[in-house]
């Protein structure tokens, strides 16, 4: 199987002006960068969820560096 990128850049034409990051790997989630929403694609349990509380932060602020950096290249 192709190895996907971390993260994606996705959109959709139902939901104008709402962009969405998309992390691929575990914990799998898609960031809504406009309202910052996040819908966890994963299901956890007690423990997951302790380990999630110390990630999620960097693992958010990387999905929002990555959409920056994607479209600050578009903007050149």
Same mark, same amino acid.
């Given at each position: 199987?192709?190895? =996907?990128?971390?993260? =994606? &850049?996705?959109?959709?034409?139902s939901y104008? #002006?709402?962009?969405?990051?998309?992390h691929?790997? #575990?914990?799998?989630?898609?960031l809504?960068?406009?309202n910052? %929403? &996040?819908?966890? =694609?994963e299901?956890?349990?007690? !423990?997951?969820?302790?380990?999630?509380?110390?990630?999620?932060?960097?693992?958010?602020?990387?999905?929002?560096?990555f #959409?920056?950096s !994607?479209?600050? %290249?578009?903007?050149?």
């Amino acid at each position: 199987m192709e190895e =996907l990128p971390k993260f =994606l &850049l996705a959109d959709n034409s139902s939901y104008n #002006y709402h962009f969405y990051v998309i992390h691929t790997e #575990y914990p799998r989630f898609i960031l809504n960068v406009i309202n910052d %929403s &996040l819908h966890w =694609l994963e299901e956890f349990d007690k !423990e997951d969820k302790n380990v999630l509380e110390s990630e999620a932060e960097s693992l958010i602020k990387s999905a929002f560096d990555f #959409y920056d950096s !994607e479209i600050n %290249s578009i903007d050149k």
